[in-house]
């Protein structure tokens, strides 16, 4: 019964390689989201889905391209990557302004 | 440019003691304050949450006391526990009126409770 699931939880890759991450959620929320979160465990939002239309594209690089086949699911896919993509990418999904995580996935590049 | 400061950067704390932590915002369209606790190799989980036309709100242990003029808001854990040890970021998002909300988060605090 988990609310907000992710896959994989830990992804490690070379440099150059292309990767995606599933986001899948529950709840019956209309908004989800992607999140970085760095070495420093600081948290920014990278792009906000509302029922499969892209509203919040942060200044992100464009080889991260988020889809939205429906309001359940958020996917990341992330081209050519680099050794700076390394951190830990969180989906949530929103009720109103309440947003819950999911458990995180740990992305390594080497 | 960091929208959202938050002290202190780490803060250890004995059982039973109260735990504070305090933020502070610059942009006067913030209107939703929420405190996101989060334990290693999990997600963020929301905690509590405030909106400016209260100063103060209470639930259970944790209570989020909120100055509007100063721009600065803060969360007390009292009796804190060693079940509390995680870290807690503030957080912070625009007037709510469309479809999603945009949360600028704080550095975060590290929160020993050493028994």
């Known amino acids: 019964d988990t609310a907000v699931s992710q896959t994989p939880k830990y992804l490690v890759t070379q440099m150059g390689n292309d990767k995606s991450i599933k986001c899948e959620q529950n709840l019956g929320h209309d908004t989800m989201y992607w999140y970085k979160q760095d070495s420093k465990k600081f948290l920014k939002i990278m792009f906000s889905?509302?029922?499969?239309?892209?509203?919040i594209n942060e200044t992100v690089p464009n080889r991260f391209s988020p889809k939205s086949p429906d309001k359940a699911h958020l996917n990341l896919h992330i081209n050519s990557l680099e050794l700076g993509d390394s951190a830990v990418y969180f989906c949530?999904?929103?009720?109103?302004?309440?947003?819950?995580f999911g458990p995180g996935t740990r992305l390594t590049v080497t | 440019q960091q929208q959202v400061k938050q002290s202190p950067q780490s803060l250890i704390v004995q059982k039973g003691g109260i735990s504070i932590i305090n933020c502070a915002y610059e942009n006067t369209a913030f209107d939703y304050f929420p405190w996101y606790q989060q334990f290693p190799g999990k997600g963020p989980a929301l905690l509590i949450a405030?909106?400016?036309?209260?100063s103060e709100k209470k639930e259970g242990r944790f209570t989020i006391s909120f100055n509007k003029s100063a721009k600065q808001f803060s969360l007390h854990i009292m009796d804190s526990q060693p079940g509390d040890s995680a870290t807690y970021f503030c957080?912070?998002?625009?007037?709510?009126?469309?479809?999603?909300?945009?949360?600028?988060f704080g550095t975060g605090t590290l929160l020993a409770v050493q028994p």
């Open positions: 957080a912070a998002s625009p007037n709510y009126g469309g479809a999603t909300n945009k949360l600028i």
């Open positions: 889905y509302n029922n499969k239309e892209l509203i």
């Open positions: 949530a999904s929103s009720y109103r302004e309440q947003q819950y």
């Open positions: 405030i909106r400016p036309d209260v």
